[in-house]
Protein backbone atom coordinates (compact mmCIF):
# COMPACT_ATOMS: atom_id res chain seq x y z
CA UNK A 1 0.00 0.00 0.00
CA UNK A 2 0.87 3.70 -0.55
CA UNK A 3 0.46 5.65 2.09
CA UNK A 4 -1.43 8.46 1.99
CA UNK A 5 -0.19 10.71 4.58
CA UNK A 6 -1.70 14.55 4.01
CA UNK A 7 -5.19 15.32 5.14
CA UNK A 8 -7.96 13.43 3.32
CA UNK A 9 -10.06 15.90 1.30
CA UNK A 10 -13.34 15.48 0.24
CA UNK A 11 -14.39 12.23 -0.69
CA UNK A 12 -15.38 11.83 -4.60
CA UNK A 13 -16.80 8.58 -5.95
CA UNK A 14 -17.87 6.68 -9.55
CA UNK A 15 -19.70 3.20 -10.06
CA UNK A 16 -19.43 0.63 -12.82
CA UNK A 17 -19.93 -2.51 -13.68
CA UNK A 18 -18.02 -5.44 -13.11
CA UNK A 19 -18.78 -9.11 -14.01
CA UNK A 20 -19.39 -9.66 -10.35
CA UNK A 21 -21.58 -6.74 -10.05
CA UNK A 22 -21.89 -3.02 -9.52
CA UNK A 23 -18.89 -1.44 -7.72
CA UNK A 24 -18.76 2.55 -6.01
CA UNK A 25 -15.23 3.39 -6.26
CA UNK A 26 -14.28 6.60 -3.90
CA UNK A 27 -10.98 8.77 -3.78
CA UNK A 28 -9.46 11.26 -1.53
CA UNK A 29 -7.86 14.07 -2.81
CA UNK A 30 -5.27 11.46 -5.22
CA UNK A 31 -5.63 8.24 -3.43
CA UNK A 32 -8.33 5.15 -3.63
CA UNK A 33 -9.94 4.51 -0.70
CA UNK A 34 -12.65 2.81 -1.35
CA UNK A 35 -13.99 -0.21 -3.51
CA UNK A 36 -17.40 -2.04 -2.54
CA UNK A 37 -19.98 -4.32 -4.39
CA UNK A 38 -22.96 -2.05 -4.93
CA UNK A 39 -24.82 -4.36 -2.56
CA UNK A 40 -22.03 -6.04 0.48
CA UNK A 41 -22.09 -5.38 3.89
CA UNK A 42 -20.71 -2.59 5.04
CA UNK A 43 -21.47 -0.37 2.34
CA UNK A 44 -20.70 3.21 2.67
CA UNK A 45 -23.60 6.17 2.28
CA UNK A 46 -22.41 8.11 -0.13
CA UNK A 47 -24.87 11.30 -0.08
CA UNK A 48 -22.07 13.89 0.68
CA UNK A 49 -19.18 12.96 -2.19
CA UNK A 50 -19.47 13.85 -5.17
CA UNK A 51 -19.50 12.37 -8.24
CA UNK A 52 -16.53 12.50 -10.13
CA UNK A 53 -16.31 10.45 -13.33
CA UNK A 54 -13.63 12.04 -14.85
CA UNK A 55 -11.26 11.87 -11.79
CA UNK A 56 -7.84 10.19 -12.74
CA UNK A 57 -7.38 7.85 -9.88
CA UNK A 58 -11.51 6.60 -9.94
CA UNK A 59 -11.02 6.71 -13.94
CA UNK A 60 -7.42 4.46 -13.35
CA UNK A 61 -9.13 2.30 -10.90
CA UNK A 62 -12.04 1.30 -13.05
CA UNK A 63 -9.26 0.47 -15.85
CA UNK A 64 -7.26 -1.73 -13.31
CA UNK A 65 -10.22 -3.49 -12.64
CA UNK A 66 -11.62 -4.14 -15.77
CA UNK A 67 -8.05 -5.58 -17.02
CA UNK A 68 -7.56 -7.69 -13.63
CA UNK A 69 -11.27 -9.09 -15.02
CA UNK A 70 -9.83 -9.52 -18.48
CA UNK A 71 -7.17 -11.67 -17.29
CA UNK A 72 -4.14 -8.95 -18.06
CA UNK A 73 -3.59 -7.24 -14.59
CA UNK A 74 -2.77 -9.35 -11.23
CA UNK A 75 -1.00 -6.26 -9.17
CA UNK A 76 -2.65 -3.02 -8.87
CA UNK A 77 -0.74 0.44 -9.21
CA UNK A 78 -2.93 3.28 -7.76
CA UNK A 79 -1.66 4.92 -4.06
CA UNK A 80 -3.97 3.66 -1.68
CA UNK A 81 -5.60 5.01 1.53
CA UNK A 82 -8.31 2.95 3.88
CA UNK A 83 -9.73 4.72 6.21
CA UNK A 84 -9.80 2.40 9.57
CA UNK A 85 -8.49 1.73 13.11
CA UNK A 86 -4.34 1.38 13.11
CA UNK A 87 -4.76 -2.35 13.98
CA UNK A 88 -7.01 -2.72 10.93
CA UNK A 89 -4.77 -0.56 8.68
CA UNK A 90 -1.99 -3.78 9.65
CA UNK A 91 -3.90 -5.74 8.76
CA UNK A 92 -4.82 -4.63 5.35
CA UNK A 93 -1.29 -4.23 4.58
CA UNK A 94 -0.55 -7.83 5.38
CA UNK A 95 -3.35 -8.37 3.06
CA UNK A 96 -1.90 -6.91 0.18
CA UNK A 97 1.57 -9.26 0.61
CA UNK A 98 -0.51 -11.77 -0.25
CA UNK A 99 0.45 -12.99 -4.28
CA UNK A 100 -1.91 -13.40 -7.20
CA UNK A 101 -4.02 -17.13 -6.93
CA UNK A 102 -2.33 -17.52 -3.39
CA UNK A 103 -4.33 -17.91 -0.07
CA UNK A 104 -3.26 -17.15 3.70
CA UNK A 105 -5.74 -18.33 7.00
CA UNK A 106 -6.75 -15.66 9.20
CA UNK A 107 -4.19 -17.30 11.52
CA UNK A 108 -1.21 -16.62 9.27
CA UNK A 109 -2.20 -13.07 8.95
CA UNK A 110 -2.63 -12.79 12.81
CA UNK A 111 1.01 -13.83 12.70
CA UNK A 112 1.96 -11.94 10.48
CA UNK A 113 1.06 -8.90 12.60
CA UNK A 114 2.75 -9.97 15.48
CA UNK A 115 0.13 -11.94 17.21
CA UNK A 116 -0.37 -15.33 18.25
CA UNK A 117 -2.44 -17.65 15.87
CA UNK A 118 -5.54 -17.78 17.99
CA UNK A 119 -6.20 -14.37 17.46
CA UNK A 120 -7.29 -15.03 13.88
CA UNK A 121 -10.96 -14.13 14.92
CA UNK A 122 -9.82 -10.38 15.47
CA UNK A 123 -8.40 -10.57 12.45
CA UNK A 124 -11.30 -11.61 10.76
CA UNK A 125 -12.90 -8.78 12.05
CA UNK A 126 -10.41 -6.22 10.19
CA UNK A 127 -10.31 -8.25 6.94
CA UNK A 128 -14.30 -7.96 6.89
CA UNK A 129 -13.85 -4.47 7.66
CA UNK A 130 -11.35 -3.75 4.36
CA UNK A 131 -12.87 -0.81 2.55
CA UNK A 132 -10.94 -1.59 -1.18
CA UNK A 133 -12.19 -4.82 -2.41
CA UNK A 134 -10.36 -7.14 -4.63
CA UNK A 135 -7.12 -4.66 -4.79
CA UNK A 136 -6.80 -5.16 -0.96
CA UNK A 137 -7.28 -9.16 -1.38
CA UNK A 138 -9.35 -9.86 1.42
CA UNK A 139 -10.86 -12.52 -0.54
CA UNK A 140 -7.64 -14.33 -0.17
CA UNK A 141 -7.80 -15.26 2.91
CA UNK A 142 -9.69 -18.82 4.15
CA UNK A 143 -10.55 -20.24 7.18
CA UNK A 144 -7.62 -22.35 8.94
CA UNK A 145 -9.03 -25.82 7.38
CA UNK A 146 -9.28 -24.36 4.31
CA UNK A 147 -13.52 -23.25 4.55
CA UNK A 148 -14.04 -20.29 2.33
CA UNK A 149 -15.50 -17.83 5.75
CA UNK A 150 -16.87 -14.42 5.29
CA UNK A 151 -17.18 -12.01 2.75
CA UNK A 152 -18.21 -8.85 2.73
CA UNK A 153 -19.31 -9.01 -0.75
CA UNK A 154 -20.34 -12.56 -0.40
CA UNK A 155 -19.05 -15.57 -0.26
CA UNK A 156 -20.33 -16.15 -4.28
CA UNK A 157 -18.09 -13.46 -4.85
CA UNK A 158 -15.64 -14.67 -3.36
CA UNK A 159 -15.81 -18.02 -5.02
CA UNK A 160 -15.47 -15.90 -7.72
CA UNK A 161 -12.53 -14.15 -7.24
CA UNK A 162 -11.39 -17.24 -6.33
CA UNK A 163 -11.89 -19.08 -9.33
CA UNK A 164 -10.89 -15.98 -11.41
CA UNK A 165 -7.40 -16.02 -10.21
CA UNK A 166 -6.98 -19.92 -10.07
CA UNK A 167 -7.66 -19.66 -14.17
CA UNK A 168 -4.53 -16.82 -14.16
CA UNK A 169 -1.71 -18.69 -12.30
CA UNK A 170 0.85 -20.53 -13.94
CA UNK A 171 -0.04 -24.55 -14.98
CA UNK A 172 3.10 -25.34 -13.35
CA UNK A 173 2.21 -23.54 -10.09
CA UNK A 174 -0.01 -25.84 -7.04
CA UNK A 175 -3.29 -24.09 -7.36
CA UNK A 176 -4.22 -22.37 -4.11
CA UNK A 177 -2.56 -24.52 -1.76
CA UNK A 178 -2.10 -22.60 1.99
CA UNK A 179 0.88 -21.38 2.98
CA UNK A 180 2.02 -21.70 6.64
CA UNK A 181 -0.93 -23.51 8.49
CA UNK A 182 1.58 -26.36 9.73
CA UNK A 183 2.72 -24.24 12.87
CA UNK A 184 0.13 -23.76 15.43
Given at each position: ?12 YD ?128 GQ ?30 VF ?8
Amino acid sequence: MNAHTAKQGMREYDTFSSPLGEMLVSVSDDALDGLWFIDQKYYPVAESWRHAPEHPVLRATHTEVEAYFAGELQAFTMTLAPRGSAFQEQVWQALLTIPYGELRSYGDIAVQVGLPRAHARAVGTAVGRNPISIIVPCHRVIGQAGALTGYAGGLDRKRGLLAHERKGIAEDRPVFELVGTSAP
